[in-house]
Nanobody, 126 residues
Framework: VQLVESGGGLVQPGGSLRLSCEVSGFTLDYYAIGWFRQASGKEREFVTSISWNPSRTDYLYYADSVKGRFTISRDNAKNTVYLQMNSLKPEDTAVYYC?????????????????WGQGTQVTVSS
């Protein structure tokens, strides 16, 4: 099982970035994928998650701090989950991680996730 993030970088406030999380060793249908972030000197925090359910619709969850600005999506054919980040703010600066865990559980908790990527840096600054 492997998760690889990409797409981070430096962006000005108000700008946009799209992060990708490419997974291998399992199929997205049977896992929840979460995005977390960790700013320097702070604890890792939940950003958003996506999980499959038997009715073949996705459950999507967002932290209040990113609702309306960030969008999570997935492309099963590419085994990739995306995080579209718009209207970025300096406080969004952090290392962003994607993680995989069981399709049912506490998606907001880092402890729910069994596999993690290496992280990608996002810096929002003028």
């Amino acid at each position: 099982v492997q998760l690889v993030e990409s797409g981070g970088g430096l962006v000005q406030p108000g700008g946009s970035l799209r992060l990708s999380c490419e997974v291998s060793g399992f199929t997205l249908d049977y896992y929840a994928i979460g995005w977390f972030r960790q700013a320097s000197g702070k604890e890792r925090e939940f950003v958003t998650s996506i999980s499959w359910n038997p009715s073949r619709t996705d459950y999507l969850y967002y932290a209040d701090s990113v609702k309306g600005r960030f969008t999570i999506s997935r492309d099963n054919a590419k085994n990739t989950v995306y995080l579209q980040m718009n209207s970025l703010k300096p406080e969004d600066t952090a290392v962003y991680y994607c993680a995989a865990g069981p399709s049912i559980g506490d998606y907001y908790s880092a402890a729910h996730y069994e596999h993690w990527g290496q992280g990608t840096q996002v810096t929002v600054s003028s």
